[in-house]
């Protein structure tokens, strides 16, 4: 009865990865009350056990930050790689038809974000434009190197 309760009271369907600090918090302090609510009266928790459990909390909110932090630095980072980009020559593998890859070069036209994902909108020499995620760029001529290579 009380397992079932303490998994009633933390069920979610996100994995913890996918978990802000607040909910975090939120499903460890509902996991808390459970355990305290159907804990042996006769053998109650200790309180060096409640203590190291609000120090894994804090470990794990802290580290939860950190990794916020860090995706935000990565997001900010290729959003300013791709501005300094801009004119500059790229050669990058697009998915074709049925999946399968394919390599294109040309210049990167603008910067873009779809669906939290910095993109490169880049001219190929046949005038299309494709789109290009900063992950898939196998090479990189910036800017001045290809006005310079022009002349």
């Not at 959003?79 to 999946?99: F, K, N, Y």
């Not at 603008?110 to 789109?131: F, L």
């Amino acid at each position: 009865m009380a397992v079932e309760s303490i998994a009633a009271a933390t069920s979610s369907n996100q994995p913890a990865t996918n978990l802000s600090s607040k909910e975090l918090s939120d499903q460890f302090l509902q996991l808390l009350v459970a355990q305290l609510k159907h804990q042996d009266p006769l053998e109650p928790m200790k309180n060096e056990e409640f203590v190291s459990e609000l120090a894994q909390l804090q470990a794990l909110n802290s580290t939860v930050k950190i990794s916020e932090l860090n995706q935000s630095l990565l997001f900010q980072s290729s959003l300013s790689t791709g501005a300094a980009l801009i004119g500059g020559q790229v050669t990058g593998l697009v998915s074709g038809d049925e999946g399968v890859s394919r390599e294109v070069s040309g210049s990167v036209q603008s910067v873009k974000v779809e669906g939290g994902k910095v993109i490169y909108a880049v001219k190929t020499a046949d005038g299309s434009v494709v789109n290009l995620s900063p992950e898939n760029v196998l090479s990189i001529s910036p800017a001045l190197a290809a006005t310079e290579e022009k002349k």
